[in-house]
């Protein structure tokens, strides 16, 4: 599922200085340049997705996010945005430390491995979750921390991390009802907006 660049939009203000961390291509950065005016920039490892990112006029930086990001002062960005990448990182407590600590607030889109269709995936078959979403098999996959969103916010909560907008998705890219209502068995992908 492409997450539907409105929703992320929608917490960002015309002219903010915003970083993507692990931005691939640079899609989203590119409408929110041309859709909010704002100073984009973008954090990415893979080489192919740094050179599409040049082509289409993106200031990336090859960086693993794994290492830090000791290279930006505190607070130098308005939102850092971290959409599908959060469990593909070896340490996402520290990369969610580190967000909060160059950006006055973070924007964290992650697939919910509490999603009834995980859950029954495994309990019928027995095996790791394969779908279109989620293409990898357990041993190729580079989602390599599973999440779920009773996680996530119980993470916010250890780390005093505040809350400030959540979205829950459905596998269409919907907000509906059941999916608001209980988002860690009916919300597909998890859309939240943290500060601290």
Not at 156 to 166: L, P, S
Request: aromatic share 10%; proline share 5%; with cysteine.
């Amino acid at each position: 599922m492409r997450l539907p660049p409105e929703l992320v939009q929608a917490w960002i203000k015309p002219g903010e200085r915003v970083l993507d961390l692990g931005c691939g291509d640079g899609t989203l950065l590119r409408q929110l340049i041309d859709d909010k005016a704002v100073q984009g920039y973008g954090i990415e490892i893979d080489p192919h997705a740094i050179s599409r990112c040049i082509a289409g006029g993106i200031n990336v930086v090859e960086q693993d996010l794994d290492k830090g990001l000791a290279n930006f002062t505190d607070q130098s960005f308005d939102t850092v945005v971290m959409t599908q990448t959060l469990q593909a990182v070896h340490f996402p407590h520290l990369v969610i430390d580190e967000m909060l600590r160059i950006g006055k607030a973070g924007i964290v889109v992650f697939p919910n491995f509490g999603h009834w269709r995980c859950r029954y995936y495994l309990a019928t078959r027995g095996r790791m979750p394969v779908s279109k979403f989620l293409p990898y098999q357990w041993y190729d996959t580079p989602n390599i921390h599973f999440c779920t969103i009773r996680d996530f916010e119980q993470l916010c909560c250890d780390k005093n991390i505040d809350i400030i907008n959540r979205r829950f998705l459905n596998a269409l890219g919907e907000s509906t009802g059941s999916a608001r209502k209980w988002p860690n068995l009916f919300g597909f992908t998890a859309i939240y907006r943290i500060t601290r």
